[in-house]
Structures are given as structure tokens and as C-alpha cells.
């Protein structure tokens, strides 16, 4: 079913998604439209996009992840739900995703639209629009990048900041700028679908252009390796949020709070 990634775990796919089962038990929602009846009437490809919630802490940050899936599926049991599912553990808030496919261009344009709706709902759900992050992985990691290198503006999300960091995963994207988000950029060397050339030559020039970036290439995990779990690449959640939090500038009073282990919201 994911043709495009690898080191499936079924345990860790059907963990997440027990989540979020038990989330619909204690009453709260889980899945949030990204748009309206009429604009999806007027475009029936947006019938099935929106964004699944991963609570962490009341008021903390929020993370978008992006799965990949080659714009011909949304790889979210592997690439989506259980980067969320680490991403709220320690604190933060997490949304995966469900984007229109065929389409790089329709892909971005929902991403924005799931920033803006993000704004404008942040009080509802709870969440800082302070420092938010982008994660994605191979053609998810392209959306993540043309926000990251553009801004929200041109692909109809209003006026509002680009994110704090970018965390991209697996693409052969090469472009970059001297404001581009602060980026978190991985890929394994034996990568078949991927040029990890052209990602080191992005790397390079990011860094030339004046963005701080991490970098992190691996041996042996092959393209879209979600948490990476059992090979090299294991633990590269965690060093990217580590430049996530490096890069939080605004009300930091609450970090540590944020930092804790999640806790029961009743918050619908």
C-alpha cells in the first residue's frame, strides 16, 4: 500500500492509530475539515483533506507533518501518525496532514490552508501560533520546503509567518534562499529514490546563504523510513526537535511545561 516507504512497523502504525481511537473514546475530535462544504463542493478533490490532532500540552507549539507518498497517496500510518504520535509526547502539538494528491501545487496550496486554518481556530484548539514547525518526508518534505522557501502568501493562506523550522526528510528539492526557515534536513545514503547528492549540494548552499541548518545522513535506512526505528536512522525525531526548540523565539516561560509528557485535555 506504500510503495514509496520503508521499514513499515505494523506495531508502531496501528499504536498511533490506537491514539487516536481512544481520543474519539474520551469524547474528544481527532479530525478537523480544512474546508468548507461549498469549497468542497466547488472542488471535490478537497472532500477528503483536513487534519488529524495529536495533543500535547495546552498553548504549546504546534507541528504540521506532512507525509509523503510521491503526490500519488498520503503515506500518513507510516510517515504521518506516528511522527505526530513522538512529536505529542513531549508536549508539543502535532496535525497530520491529508492533502489533495496529484498535485504538488494542490498539495501546498492545503498545507496553507491548514496554517491559516491553524491562526484563525488556535484559541479553540489550544495552541500557539508562536514558532510553529513543518515536518515532512520525500514529497511531503517538497510542500514543507516551497512554504519554507515562499511563505504562506502565494499559495492562498493569507499573510502569515513562515515557519520557525523546517524539518525535511528524503527530497531531491534543491532550492533555497537566504530566508528560508532554519532547516533540519536528513536522508540515508543508500536512499534508491532520492539523489543524496542533490541534497548535500542544498545543504551546502543553504548554508552559504546564511540559514542554519542540521544535517544528518545515514547508511542504511532507504527512503521513507518515518521514526526510522531499527535502523541507523533511529532517534532523528528528537535532534529535530532540538533545532525546533533552539529556534522558538517568542514566550519561551512555558517551555518546560510544554516539555513535559502530554496530559489528558478535555478540550473537544
Known amino acids: 500500500l506504500m510503495p514509496y516507504h520503508s521499514h513499515v512497523d505494523p506495531e508502531i502504525v496501528?499504536?498511533?492509530?490506537?491514539?487516536?481511537?481512544?481520543?474519539?473514546?474520551d469524547g474528544k475530535t481527532v479530525f478537523y475539515d480544512l474546508y468548507t462544504?461549498?469549497?468542497?463542493?466547488?472542488?471535490?478533490?478537497?472532500?477528503?483533506?483536513?487534519?488529524?490532532?495529536y495533543r500535547g500540552n495546552?498553548?504549546?507549539?504546534?507541528?504540521?507533518?506532512?507525509?509523503?507518498?510521491?503526490?500519488?497517496?498520503?503515506g500518513s500510518l507510516h510517515e504521518g501518525f506516528p511522527l505526530a504520535l513522538e512529536i505529542s509526547k513531549k508536549g508539543y502539538n502535532a496535525f497530520v496532514i491529508r492533502y489533495r494528491i496529484g498535485s504538488e501545487q494542490w498539495a501546498t496550496e492545503d498545507l496553507a490552508a491548514a496554517i491559516a486554518y491553524l491562526f484563525r481556530n488556535a484559541e479553540i484548539l489550544e495552541v500557539s501560533t508562536?514558532?510553529?514547525?513543518?515536518?515532512?518526508?520525500?514529497?511531503?518534505?517538497?510542500?514543507?520546503?516551497?512554504?519554507?522557501?515562499?511563505?504562506?502568501?502565494?499559495?492562498?493562506?493569507?499573510n502569515l509567518p513562515k515557519p520557525a523550522t523546517a524539518i525535511i526528510a528524503y527530497t531531491g528539492q534543491s532550492t533555497?534562499?537566504?530566508?528560508?526557515?532554519?532547516?533540519?534536513?536528513?536522508?540515508?545514503?543508500?536512499?534508491?529514490i532520492v539523489n543524496v547528492n542533490t541534497v548535500e549540494?542544498?545543504?551546502?548552499?543553504?548554508?552559504?546563504?546564511?540559514?542554519d541548518v542540521e544535517y544528518r545522513?545515514?547508511?542504511?535506512?532507504?527512503?521513507?523510513?518515518?521514526?526510522?526505528?531499527?535502523?541507523?536512522?533511529?532517534?532523528?525525531?528528537?535532534?529535530?526537535?532540538?533545532?525546533?526548540?533552539?529556534?522558538?523565539?517568542?514566550?519561551?516561560?512555558?517551555?518546560?511545561l510544554w516539555q513535559r509528557p502530554a496530559t489528558g485535555r478535555s478540550a473537544g
Open 14 to 25: 496501528v499504536g498511533a492509530i490506537n491514539h487516536l481511537i481512544d481520543q474519539v473514546s
Open 130 to 158: 508562536k514558532d510553529y514547525s513543518l515536518w515532512g518526508g520525500s514529497a511531503g518534505a517538497r510542500m514543507v520546503g516551497d512554504i519554507a522557501l515562499n511563505g504562506v502568501s502565494p499559495y492562498g493562506g493569507g
Open 201 to 211: 549540494r542544498r545543504v551546502e548552499n543553504l548554508k552559504k546563504a546564511g540559514v
Open 176 to 192: 533555497y534562499s537566504s530566508d528560508f526557515s532554519p532547516a533540519f534536513i536528513t536522508v540515508a545514503a543508500n536512499d534508491g
Open 58 to 74: 495546552p498553548d504549546a507549539p504546534f507541528a504540521i507533518v506532512c507525509p509523503g507518498g510521491g503526490f500519488s497517496y498520503v
Open 217 to 256: 545522513r545515514y547508511q542504511s535506512a532507504g527512503h521513507g523510513f518515518g521514526l526510522g526505528t531499527g535502523t541507523d536512522a533511529e532517534g532523528w525525531v528528537d535532534l529535530a526537535v532540538r533545532l525546533w526548540q533552539r529556534h522558538m523565539t517568542g514566550d519561551t516561560s512555558n517551555r518546560d
Open 37 to 53: 462544504n461549498v469549497q468542497k463542493q466547488q472542488d471535490p478533490n478537497k472532500r477528503n483533506t483536513g487534519l488529524f490532532f
